[in-house]
């Protein structure tokens, strides 16, 4: 199966897609969705909705993972992400209905390196040893996604709770814990 992997924004967002194949994950491909380059907010929705259809053309992903919103201190930058999101999943639904998932930072990164507050740096080297060595990221934005791309592919077929989230200890499973879910 192939996960593609979401770290939304406004101005930019990243891209991962692995693909997964009996217990083993397999690096496809990652990168950077720039849209700052279209001057008003609201064009740049289009523009964001419109490179997302572009990738699913392109890559046509089993399903799809999303990071879900974080808190920000601004109220302005928490409203644009939420609308380059919702430009996103807008977009996706069109062809993925019920494929579309999304999971908190603190879970991907507790998923992928075994501690939920790890730092960026932290993910790169887990997606280096999990993915392979080579791997070599321009933005954390591109590792990011990856990181939320595996992360569904660890956390796939977990419970959910009622609003779609991966049920777990605080909200999440250990990479331990994950990789022996594989294995069932």
């Known amino acids: 199966m ?6 939304p924004g406004s101005r930019k967002a990243g891209y991962g897609l692995v693909e997964k194949t009996g217990r083993t994950f397999k690096y496809i491909d990652s990168g950077c969705l720039i849209y700052d380059k279209v001057p008003t907010f609201m064009d740049r ?3 964001i909705h419109q490179s997302c259809i572009e990738l699913i053309k392109m890559y046509q992903p089993d399903e799809i993972a999303i990071e879900s919103l974080i808190y920000v201190k601004s109220v ?5 992400l939420a609308q380059a999101r919702g430009a996103m999943i807008a ?13 908190s930072p603190n879970l991907v990164k507790n998923t992928v390196t075994g501690h939920g507050h790890t730092n960026k740096e932290g993910v790169d080297k887990s997606l280096k040893m999990l993915l392979g060595a080579q791997l070599e990221f321009k933005t954390h934005d591109q590792s990011d996604a990856l990181a939320i791309a595996l992360c ?3 956390m796939r077929g977990a419970p959910l709770t009622q609003k779609g989230h991966a049920k777990g200890k605080r909200g999440g499973r250990s990479l331990k814990e994950a990789f022996k879910h594989l294995e069932k």
């Open 2 to 7: 192939l996960f593609l992997g979401i770290d």
């Open 45 to 47: 929705l289009g523009h």
């Open 76 to 80: 302005p930058s928490l409203a644009k």
């Open 91 to 103: 977009a996706f639904m069109a062809t993925h209905q019920g494929k579309v998932f999304e999971y």
């Open 152 to 154: 569904h592919g660890l």
